[in-house]
């Protein structure tokens, strides 16, 4: 009988910890980032840093959504659920990111319409019981959670569902990769690449990144997973060998899900998009196509900055170019009860996770 592998196996751990060690002799200060923010909090869970060799550094990237959601977003979205006779549903992470008319959470104490759900699919039951009510959903999300709400679309038009709208930002993970590679300040030499997003678009979707002139490994979230990722990484650079490893094959194909790959290329089209804090980069949103362009929410908003609040150094987080012990607000002024910029509100934003598991030991 075949033995299953257990990937949180403390001997497997411990025995990659030494195989990592043995394997940065010699190289000079590496630079890894991990674009996922599940992963940034279970590297902090786990105190991995703290494991690692010195010259090995861990940098958080752009893995959250909430964050990089600018704020034009989050004012449009506020503005629907004070807007009588609507109602505005939102994934929970969402609701406590500031905008610049305040949060969802603060819509909501002040009398507007907010319901927050654990799927878009709730959405439908919803108009069905309220024909005459208009409700709107805040589309926010990487490629993990976009083929769900390709397919609320794709049943609110089957079940001519004229009440059913979309507040549509999405972000794509792969031309993010490569604007992180194209940016002088972000010296990154390899990336640790996210599970869940790689899942939907298999490991192809990385090597077709021609910017991508850094080795990457694709992980999953136990400790065994990361170390095994960071490990193929450092032997990629040991032998000066630029490529793609899946270090997640239980649950990353090569070509990935096809079928959601082909419902989201049914319901989207890319488009260029802003990101909170880094600026605009090329076809790394979504918006609605012209069949479906009925179920999309306009915004309410015309603010189109990707600025943070003051002193706030949630971009240069982001992009790599600084931890968030680094700016001068983290655990000060900004706190989680407290937050000041989105990387510190999101239960996947770097900032919380620092701030959680790793205060004591930068």
Known sequence: MKTLISFSNPDLAKALIKKIHKRARGLPEVRLMEVCGTHTMEIGRLGLRSLLPDNVKLISGPG???????????????????????????????????????????????????????????????????????????????????????????????????????????????????????????????????????????SIAYKNIEALQVPAAITGFESIDILGGIFSVLE???????????????????????????????????????????????????????????????????????SMPEGCSCGNVLMGRMVPSECSLFGRSCIPESPVGPCMVSTEGSCAAYFRYERTSL
């Open 64 to 202: 959250c959504p909430v964050c990089v959601t600018p704020e034009y977003i989050i004012d449009s979205a506020v503005n629907y659920a004070m807007q009588p006779g609507y109602t505005l549903l939102s994934f929970g992470d969402m609701i406590r990111v500031p905008g610049t008319k305040g949060s969802l959470e603060h819509a909501k104490a002040n009398g507007g319409s907010l319901e927050i759900v654990t799927s878009p699919l709730q959405i439908l039951d919803m108009a069905v019981q309220k024909p005459d009510h208009m409700f709107v959903f805040a589309a926010v999300g990487f490629e993990t959670t976009v083929p769900v709400i390709s397919r609320t679309v794709e049943l609110a038009q089957e079940r001519n569902l004229k009440n059913v709208k979309m507040l549509v930002a999405h972000r794509l993970l792969p031309p993010a990769l490569t604007a992180l590679c194209t940016d002088p300040d972000s010296n990154i030499n390899g990336f640790l690449l996210p599970g869940h997003v790689s899942v939907i678009l298999g």
């Open 236 to 306: 990629m650079i040991g032998e000066n060998n630029i490529d793609v490893s899946n270090m997640y094959q239980r649950a990353v194909r090569p070509m990935g899900n096809p079928h959601a790959v082909a419902l989201i290329d049914k319901i989207f089209r890319p488009v260029d998009a802003l990101w909170r804090g880094i600026g605009t980069i090329p076809l790394s949103g979504l918006d609605l196509k012209d069949d479906y362009i009925t179920f999309n929410a306009p915004l309410r908003s015309t603010e189109s900055s990707s």
